[in-house]
C-alpha cells in the first residue's frame, strides 16, 4: 500500500526548506470560492470525517506509522530519488514523524450538513507542533482531492430536494414520498470507487432512494450510521434491459406477468419498458395486465430510459400522435386512474407508478415537476433517477474549492499572509490571519485577522486533535442539519 505521505502533488514533498527558515507554524483554511451553479450560494459541508478516520488515522495507522521505520524511510527516499534525482528533499523529517507516532495537526471545523456560504471556510487546519509545520499544506492535495466531491454532491442532492419538497407540497398529499423520489443511480458513471462512495453518501443526506449498495457501508463506517435500526438508503427490485431482451420482443407481455405474477407477487418492482416500444407497452401490455397489475399486494413501476425525460414523462404537445402527447403519466392515468387529492392534483392508483432514470438535471427535474403540475398532476407521480450526469459532471471548480494558508509564525512571532492576484478577478484572493466563524440570525460570517484568543471563539470546533477524533458526526445528526437547511 502507498505511503499516505506520497499522496501528493510532486511540488509539495521540498515546501518544507522553501518556507522562511525557523517557521513554526502553518494555518490554512478550505473555502468554497465561487459558484458556477445559478442560483447556488451556499455549498453543503460533508466529507472531512471521512478525509480523517479514512487518512489521517487508518491509512498512516497502517501504511507508515505500522510498518518498521526503516522500511518506511527508505521507500520514500527511493520513490524522491526516482521521482526527482538526488534527493535534496531529505529523510530526517519523514522519520521523525514516524517516531512521533501521530499527526501533530488540529482541524477544526463547521458541523457536517451545514450550508456554507460561498468564500466563508469550512475548516482550518494547522501543526501543533513546530518542526511539524511543513505538514500543514502537505495536506492540500490530498485533501482536495478527497473533500470537494462529496461537498459538490451533497450540495447538488439538496438542490434537488429543494424542488421536489417545493412541488410536493404544492400538489401532493404524500410530501414525504421525496425522500424516495430521488433516486441515486450514479456509481457506474463515476470515477472510481471512492468517488462513487463519497458522492453515494451525499446524495443520502437528502434522500433515502440509492443503488449505490456500498455508500451505506461508508455512512456506517465513518458516519457512526446503523442500518439495523436506521434507515441509511434501499431500493426495490427491478429489471434492465438484458432481462427484457433475454424474453425477447413478442414476448414481452408475458415477461411482464412472469414478472408481477411469478417472480414479484407482491412489493415494488420496477420494470424497464422501452426495450423496444414503450408506447405499445403503455397502450397495449399494461391495459392487458390490468386486472393481474390492480390484483397485487404492491406497485408495478414502469420505467422507460430513453428519450427527453421532460416529454417522456409529461407528454410533447407536439408530437404527432396522441399517445406521445400524453405522455407516460397521463397514459397511466387513462388506464388505472387513481384519486383527485385535497390540492386538486391526480394522483395515480397506488398499484401502478413512474421513474426516469436517464439524463435527469435540476432543470429538468423543474420542468418535470412543472408540467404534470400543469396538466394537473401531483409531481410525486414519478421517481427520477439522479445519475453520473448530475454528479460526475463537476469538479473542484464548480465551487471553487481551495485550501490555502492565511497565517503563518516564524520564530513563533505571527504573520497574517494571503493572496490577492491583480490578474484575476477577485476568486482567489485569500482571507488574511487567523479566522473565525460567526453566526448572525442564521447565516455563517467569515472574521479574519482575528487574535489567537478570537480565533478560539466563534463556529468553528475542534473536531481533531494530535491524533484523536474530538467530535465524531453521526449520519442521523448531519441529516438534521440538511433538512434544516442551516
Not at 125 to 154: D, H, K
Request: hydrophobic fraction near 35%.
Amino acid at each position: 500500500m502507498i505511503n499516505p505521505l506520497l499522496l501528493t502533488d510532486g511540488y509539495k514533498v521540498d515546501h518544507r526548506r522553501q518556507y522562511p527558515t525557523s517557521t513554526t507554524l502553518v494555518y490554512s483554511n478550505w473555502t468554497p470560492r465561487k459558484s458556477r451553479i445559478e442560483g447556488i450560494d451556499k455549498v453543503v459541508f460533508f466529507g472531512l470525517q471521512y478525509f480523517i478516520k479514512k487518512y489521517i488515522l487508518e491509512d498512516f495507522q497502517s501504511n507508515f506509522f505500522d510498518k518498521p521505520k526503516a522500511e518506511v524511510v527508505a521507500a520514500y527516499s527511493k520513490r524522491i530519488n526516482n521521482y526527482l534525482g538526488e534527493n535534496l528533499v531529505g529523510t530526517d523529517h519523514i522519520a521523525a514523524l514516524h517516531d512521533l507516532g501521530f499527526i501533530p495537526m488540529v482541524f477544526k471545523a463547521l458541523p457536517e450538513g451545514v450550508s456554507v456560504p460561498i468564500r466563508v471556510p469550512m475548516f482550518t487546519m494547522y501543526n501543533t507542533l513546530p518542526e511539524f509545520f511543513w505538514l500543514t499544506n502537505y495536506f492540500e492535495t490530498l485533501v482536495s482531492t478527497t473533500v470537494w466531491l462529496p461537498c459538490n454532491s451533497a450540495t447538488i442532492a439538496l438542490e434537488y430536494r429543494k424542488i421536489l419538497d417545493h412541488y410536493a407540497l404544492e400538489t401532493s398529499s404524500v410530501p414525504e414520498f421525496v425522500d424516495w423520489q430521488g433516486h441515486d443511480f450514479s456509481m457506474r458513471g463515476m470515477a472510481s470507487v471512492e468517488a462513487a462512495l463519497t458522492s453515494g453518501s451525499g446524495h443520502l443526506l437528502s434522500f433515502s432512494g440509492s443503488d449505490t449498495i456500498p455508500a451505506i457501508d461508508f455512512l456506517e463506517h465513518y458516519y457512526n450510521a446503523n442500518s439495523d435500526i436506521e434507515l441509511i438508503g434501499g431500493s426495490v427490485a427491478a429489471t434492465e434491459h438484458s432481462v427484457m431482451s433475454m424474453g425477447t420482443n413478442s414476448e414481452e407481455q408475458a415477461t411482464f406477468k412472469r414478472l408481477i405474477t411469478e417472480v414479484y407477487p407482491k412489493g415494488v418492482v420496477s420494470v424497464v419498458s422501452d426495450t423496444w416500444d414503450l408506447w405499445k407497452v403503455l397502450t397495449e401490455y399494461i391495459p392487458n395486465l390490468k386486472d393481474e397489475i390492480l390484483a397485487r399486494d404492491g406497485k408495478l413501476v414502469l420505467r422507460p430510459d430513453s428519450g427527453d425525460p421532460v416529454k417522456i414523462i409529461c407528454g410533447d404537445p407536439e408530437a404527432d400522435t396522441e399517445v406521445v402527447r400524453k405522455g407516460v403519466v397521463e397514459l397511466l392515468w387513462d388506464t388505472f386512474g387513481g384519486h383527485t387529492n385535497e390540492k386538486g392534483y391526480k394522483e395515480l392508483d397506488s398499484h401502478i407508478g413512474a421513474i426516469y432514470g436517464d439524463s435527469i438535471t435540476l432543470q429538468r427535474a423543474k420542468d418535470i415537476c412543472e408540467n404534470l403540475k400543469q396538466k394537473g398532476f401531483a409531481s410525486t407521480n414519478v421517481v427520477l433517477g439522479i445519475g453520473s450526469f448530475t454528479y460526475q459532471y463537476n469538479t473542484r471548480d464548480t465551487f471553487g474549492f481551495a485550501m490555502k494558508a492565511t497565517y503563518g509564525e516564524v520564530d513563533s512571532i505571527g504573520r497574517d499572509i494571503y493572496k490577492d492576484p491583480i490578474t484575476d478577478d477577485g476568486t482567489k484572493k485569500s482571507a488574511r490571519g487567523l479566522i473565525k466563524i460567526t453566526k448572525t440570525q442564521g447565516e455563517y460570517e467569515l472574521i479574519d485577522k482575528v487574535s489567537w484568543e478570537d480565533e478560539k471563539t466563534g463556529e468553528l470546533k475542534e473536531v481533531f486533535r494530535d491524533g484523536k477524533m474530538i467530535i465524531d458526526h453521526k449520519l442521523s445528526e448531519i441529516r438534521a442539519r440538511i433538512k434544516n437547511k442551516s
